[in-house]
């Protein structure tokens, strides 16, 4: 039999997955007296589910994540801003020259840092991790509402209604009210989270 949330092989008659550690759907008490799934529930989500991931364990696991980030995008951004400064050296400060060398570098910047940001979140948390580095460290993952593995699809939703719109213009004063909501919630979600339909678990 397989585990419905991560897709482990697991022992049949094994209540709970040895991977997620979540429970196996269509384990009964019944079967051998142990804790089970009830059927008046959805797959991977209990009566007693209180594992909801709050604010500051995903404040943390978000640092981690930009930090991750950082070391190989820094060497790229000296290397790029670095290869102007001959020129500015003999323009000698003329702003034609300065906007020219500067705007491509920095709009090419902000289009490789939202790609990278973009593809790293939605494909970890889409993987079998179901995390990103930073959540994984902290025992956090992504799931949907019924507590399976989310798509790409829904996880890039996931990301642009949060973090893809905090590059935008007053986009980081939405992203700030965005991640509050999480405090104040009843399963910890973000709007982010509550528009892509998804949940941000921790282990216990």
């Known amino acids: 039999m397989f585990c419905q949330a991560c897709g482990t092989n ?8 040895t991977s ?7 384990y009964s008490v019944g079967q051998t007296g142990a804790v089970a799934v009830a059927a008046s529930y959805p797959a ?18 978000a640092l981690l994540d930009n930090i991750i980030l950082t070391v190989p995008i820094a060497p790229l951004v000296i290397l790029m801003f670095a290869s102007i400064l001959p020129g500015l050296a003999i323009a000698r400060g003329n702003p034609a020259f300065v906007i020219a060398a500067f705007l491509p570098r920095l709009i090419f910047l902000v289009i490789l840092l939202l790609a990278m940001k973009w593809l790293y979140w939605a494909l970890m948390e889409s993987s079998s991790w179901q995390a990103t580095l930073g959540k994984k460290a902290l025992g ?36 700030l009210v965005d991640c509050i909501c ?4 009843d399963k910890k979600q973000a709007v982010h989270d509550m528009i892509a339909g998804c949940l941000v678990m921790r282990k216990l």
Do not use: H, Q
């Not at 949907?144 to 989310?150: I, K, Q, S």
């Not at 999480?182 to 919630?185: D, K, M, S």
């Open 44 to 61: 991977g989500i209990t009566a007693s589910s209180t594992n909801y991931a709050g604010f500051w364990l995903r404040v943390v696991a």
């Open 140 to 175: 956090l993952y992504v799931t949907d509402l019924e507590g399976l593995r989310v798509s790409f699809g829904k996880a890039s939703g996931r990301f642009w209604s949060g973090r893809g719109l905090s590059m935008v213009p007053l986009g980081n004063l939405y992203y």
């Open 10 to 17: 697991v022992a049949d008659g094994t209540a709970f997955c």
């Open 182 to 185: 999480c405090g104040f919630t």
């Open 20 to 26: 997620c550690g979540r429970p196996i759907v269509g």
